[in-house]
């Protein structure tokens, strides 16, 4: 079993920046990839961005592509979330997610509780 907590998230101003951090513990192991996805309302969760564990490399939905970027804390088992050149589109509960395999391809098999991210142009 694999614990993700979610901190950061808020509000911001268009244009304004933000950033999240996930938190993994238990069983990480197992865990290939960790990401992010977002759901908005009324919406269905989309992918937001990934993170190979092992190799290092990421992807990134077009829409967040240049304005967000994942990175990785290995000791401390975090990923982080930079979001700028934030968008009112960008509005959404941002969940924390990680998986056994590729998060595009399969999903995921862990998720955090979600944090609120509320963008105001």
């Known amino acids: 079993q694999v614990e993700l907590v979610e901190s950061g998230g808020g509000s911001a101003q268009a244009g304004g920046s933000l950033r999240l951090s996930c938190a993994a513990s238990g069983s990480t192991f197992s865990v290939l990839a960790m990401g992010w996805f977002r759901q908005a309302p009324g919406k269905e969760r989309e992918f937001v961005t990934s993170?190979?564990?092992?190799?290092?490399?990421?992807y990134y939905a077009d829409s967040v592509k240049g304005r967000f970027t994942i990175s990785r804390d290995n000791a401390k088992n975090t990923v982080n979330l930079q979001m700028n050149s934030l968008k009112a589109e960008d509005t959404a509960v941002y969940y924390c997610?990680?998986?056994?395999?590729?998060?595009?391809?399969?999903?995921?098999?862990?998720w955090g509780q979600g944090t609120q991210v509320t963008v105001s142009s």
């Open positions: 997610a990680a998986g056994w395999g590729d998060l595009v391809k399969y999903g995921a098999d862990y």
């Open positions: 993170l190979n564990w092992s190799a290092g490399t990421t």
